[in-house]
């Protein structure tokens, strides 16, 4: 190694201006018992020299990186940067920082992203689950080790872990029988992996309200897929090659809705006339569709918030998060013309 890439010590700053390395230690921490034209001159030779400071191996001294770890299926949803948003402001509020990997809803690269975190020593972790995570054992190091694990809108229950997440059940419900209070007899409802909580909450919300209805469930009508746009377009042709086609359809998010809409669109199903639309999560592009989307308004950012927050107190304020209550976050139902067969808002 060359000395252009030898690392700077303070040793090396203390050498160049004949002082002690204590004294150069003290300096660079902004110490009030360093004369301040001595702390001017060891900035301004740190400076330089090109010194960086060796945060990690004074967080292995102090057993604190000053880090929170988050794991998130995808970045690009609009929901999932509002959380990320919500997080950051209670994170850097309290001087921690933030380490953000995804899984890209894969459960392999999931336990992979959380032997990282480990590694690095995170001070905490917050994680919104992959699309296929079939059990959390990659997240036993961490409970096993006293790390605080919070899960939030993808959620696993846990003894030692709180979770924030909104009633899924009750806003599918309230989904559902919107659509049959507009004349929907026949139902159809796109969900995801059963595994997760959101999607299973929202199906047995919507089996519960065609049950409470008198409408009768049929089982060609619950289709799972990975909810994805593509997975929106096949899911219209599987739906209009039916013998019976539906005439209301409820899709567990944005998304898959909208896709699905355009694709019948184009084979010229007029929409909510002769089918009725409804999404899940208020994405920005449910104002863009035409007609707009019926969907269910849950905050992005007040989870972030309100996971960083159970987070930093039990890392700043020692709360015990074994006693901290999983909390459930309220959601809207906000009603548009995709679902209006009746022409008015109720």
């Given at each position: 190694?060359?000395?252009?890439?030898?690392?700077?010590?303070?040793?090396?700053?203390?050498?160049?201006?004949?002082?002690?390395?204590?004294?150069?230690?003290?300096?660079?921490?902004?110490?009030?018992?360093?004369?301040?034209?001595?702390?001017?001159?060891?900035?301004?030779?740190?400076?330089?020299?090109?010194?960086?400071?060796?945060?990690?191996?004074?967080?292995?001294?102090?057993?604190?990186?000053?880090?929170?770890?988050?794991?998130?299926?995808?970045?690009?949803?609009?929901?999932?940067?509002?959380?990320?948003?919500?997080?950051?402001?209670?994170?850097?509020?309290?001087?921690?920082?933030?380490?953000?990997?995804?899984?890209?809803?894969?459960?392999?690269?999931?336990?992979?992203?959380?032997?990282?975190?480990?590694?690095?020593?995170?001070?905490?972790?917050?994680?919104?689950?992959?699309?296929?995570?079939?059990?959390?054992?990659?997240?036993?190091?961490?409970?096993?080790?006293?790390?605080?694990?919070?899960?939030?809108?993808?959620?696993?229950?846990?003894?030692?872990?709180?979770?924030?997440?909104?009633?899924?059940?009750?806003?599918?419900?309230?989904?559902?029988?919107?659509?049959?209070?507009?004349?929907?007899?026949?139902?159809?409802?796109?969900?995801?992996?059963?595994?997760?909580?959101?999607?299973?909450?929202?199906?047995?919300?919507?089996?519960?309200?065609?049950?409470?209805?008198?409408?009768?469930?049929?089982?060609?009508?619950?289709?799972?897929?990975?909810?994805?746009?593509?997975?929106?377009?096949?899911?219209?042709?599987?739906?209009?090659?039916?013998?019976?086609?539906?005439?209301?359809?409820?899709?567990?998010?944005?998304?898959?809705?909208?896709?699905?809409?355009?694709?019948?669109?184009?084979?010229?199903?007029?929409?909510?006339?002769?089918?009725?639309?409804?999404?899940?999560?208020?994405?920005?592009?449910?104002?863009?569709?035409?007609?707009?989307?019926t969907t269910i308004d849950y905050k992005g950012y007040e989870m972030g918030e309100?996971?960083?927050?159970?987070?930093?107190?039990?890392?700043?304020?020692?709360?015990?998060?074994?006693?901290?209550?999983?909390?459930?976050?309220r959601s809207e139902l906000i009603i548009r013309e995709s679902s209006l067969k009746k022409g008015s808002k109720?």
């Open positions: 190694m060359s000395d252009q890439e030898k690392e700077v010590t303070i040793y090396d700053i203390a050498n160049k201006l004949n002082i002690s390395a204590a004294t150069v230690s003290r300096g660079l921490k902004d110490h009030p018992a360093i004369n301040k034209n001595t702390k001017k001159k060891i900035l301004a030779a740190a400076a330089e020299m090109g010194y960086r400071s060796n945060s990690f191996a004074s967080n292995l001294r102090k057993k604190s990186s000053h880090i929170i770890g988050v794991i998130v299926p995808r970045l690009n949803s609009s929901f999932m940067s509002d959380v990320i948003a919500g997080i950051e402001k209670v994170v850097n509020e309290a001087n921690y920082n933030l380490f953000i990997s995804q899984s890209l809803e894969s459960m392999k690269k999931e336990v992979s992203n959380a032997k990282a975190m480990f590694n690095n020593r995170v001070d905490g972790l917050m994680v919104s689950l992959a699309y296929d995570t079939s059990d959390i054992a990659h997240f036993e190091s961490f409970i096993n080790r006293g790390i605080p694990l919070v899960f939030f809108d993808r959620i696993y229950e846990h003894e030692k872990c709180p979770s924030i997440y909104i009633n899924n059940y009750k806003a599918a419900y309230d989904i559902t029988s919107h659509l049959i209070e507009q004349g929907c007899k026949r139902i159809a409802h796109i969900s995801g992996n059963q595994l997760r909580n959101v999607y299973a909450e929202r199906t047995r919300g919507y089996q519960q309200a065609l049950k409470d209805n008198h409408v009768p469930f049929d089982d060609t009508l619950l289709i799972i897929n990975d909810l994805s746009a593509r997975a929106g377009n096949e899911a219209a042709n599987q739906l209009l090659n039916l013998p019976v086609r539906p005439d209301g359809v409820f899709v567990a998010n944005d998304i898959c809705a909208i896709s699905c809409m355009q694709a019948m669109k184009k084979q010229d199903i007029k929409i909510p006339d002769d089918i009725a639309f409804a999404g899940f999560n208020n994405d920005p592009t449910s104002c863009v569709i035409e007609p707009n989307l309100t996971a960083a927050r159970i987070m930093i107190n039990h890392l700043v304020n020692n709360d015990d998060l074994q006693k901290t209550q999983s909390l459930i976050l109720t």
